[in-house]
């Protein structure tokens, strides 16, 4: 992921849009699958939880991070009708336009709470730093949140985050 950041960065504005839907391909679409094939898997409930939980984050990552790097900022005062990055839910290869900056957020906010739930709701540990948990979700939501301007918002799901 870092490696498309800070590519993308460097690169012209000619290459952006290739390194976006690069970016779609090797990271978003994955994530989608995982996302809506996991409920189909055998294993503990708990497992496929904690599963999904992971998939639902790295899915609001990605559209978080895309938005920032290919859409427009969002405004914490509103009217956020500028252009974002292409929402792609399902397994279509259907062209789409792309979506307001205002849809993208609903989309992480959606997934990012979801992830909150679902790794919440887990007894499963996180064996291994580079995994996900409850506490990394909220951290990202506090992020997010900050971007849309919520501080108070913000401030309390950090304190969550802090005071484990």
């Known amino acids: 992921m870092i490696w498309y950041i800070r590519t993308a960065m460097r ?3 000619s290459r952006l ?3 976006a839907i690069g970016m779609r391909r090797s990271v978003a679409r994955p ?3 995982a996302c809506c094939n996991i409920d189909a898997a055998e294993g503990l409930e708990s497992e496929r939880n904690y599963i999904k939980g992971q998939a639902h984050f790295y899915r609001a990552f990605a559209y978080f991070t895309m938005v920032q790097m290919y859409g427009g900022r969002y405004k914490a005062e509103g009217d956020n009708t500028q252009l974002g990055v292409v929402i792609r839910n399902d397994n279509s290869t259907e062209p789409r ?3 307001s ?3 993208v957020y609903t989309q992480i906010n959606e997934d990012i709470d979801l992830a909150i ?3 919440g709701a887990t007894e499963e540990k996180r064996t291994n730093k580079s ?3 409850l506490h990394v979700a909220r951290g990202l939501k506090a992020r997010i949140l900050l971007t849309q301007g919520k501080w108070l918002e913000a401030a309390e799901m950090a304190k969550l985050v802090v005071d484990l």
Do not use: M, P, T, Y
């Open 117 to 119: 739930q679902l790794l």
């Open 101 to 103: 900056v205002e849809e």
């Open 17 to 19: 849009n290739g390194r």
């Open 131 to 133: 995994h996900i948990d």
């Open 31 to 33: 994530i989608f699958i």
């Open 11 to 13: 690169s012209s504005k």
């Open 97 to 99: 336009a792309r979506a």
